[in-house]
């Protein structure tokens, strides 16, 4: 099974985050997926972290090595495709790759922003629930 993720499930991941174990649990033996933006959203993070001072540099730059040592399989995406969807939906150009993935890709999407997982829904795409 391929499922698509984005930075929210990553981030809790590699930050420790109270859903992380739920998470591992419900990607095991899956391959994990995401367009090719997730590096530059990562490291967004990560600074934002960063400049917000929950983080300090040192910190940063080894939840980075840790982002890099994931398996992920980085698929290509339609650019035009996927500015379509954020105009047609009225969201950011970064939700729009991960939805444009899953659905170029028919695959499934597990994400923590509920945000992003009711849109995903509309738009006839599977999410994966974090919830038990």
């Given at each position: 099974?391929?499922?698509?993720?984005?930075?929210?499930?990553?981030?809790?991941v590699?930050?420790?985050?109270?859903?992380?174990?739920?998470?591992?649990?419900?990607?095991?033996?899956?391959t994990?997926?995401?367009?090719?933006?997730?590096?530059?959203?990562?490291?967004?993070a990560?600074?934002?972290?960063?400049?917000?001072?929950?983080?300090?540099?040192?910190?940063?730059?080894?939840?980075?090595?840790v982002?890099?040592?994931?398996?992920?399989?980085?698929?290509?995406?339609?650019?035009?495709?996927?500015?379509?969807?954020a105009?047609?939906?009225?969201?950011y150009?970064?939700?729009?790759?991960?939805?444009?993935?899953?659905?170029?890709?028919?695959?499934?999407?597990?994400?923590?922003?509920?945000?992003?997982?009711?849109i995903?829904?509309?738009?006839?795409?599977q999410?994966?629930?974090?919830?038990?």
């Amino acid at each position: 099974m391929r499922i698509v993720v984005d930075t929210s499930t990553v981030i809790a991941v590699i930050a420790g985050e109270a859903e992380k174990a739920r998470l591992i649990e419900l990607t095991r033996d899956a391959t994990i997926v995401a367009p090719p933006s997730i590096a530059w959203e990562v490291g967004n993070a990560f600074s934002a972290m960063l400049k917000r001072s929950r983080i300090n540099l040192e910190q940063a730059l080894e939840a980075i090595e840790v982002f890099q040592e994931i398996a992920l399989e980085i698929l290509d995406i339609d650019l035009k495709a996927a500015v379509r969807l954020a105009g047609k939906l009225d969201i950011y150009a970064y939700d729009a790759y991960v939805l444009q993935c899953a659905i170029e890709h028919s695959l499934p999407l597990i994400s923590l922003d509920q945000r992003l997982n009711d849109i995903a829904r509309r738009e006839g795409i599977q999410v994966i629930e974090v919830e038990p």
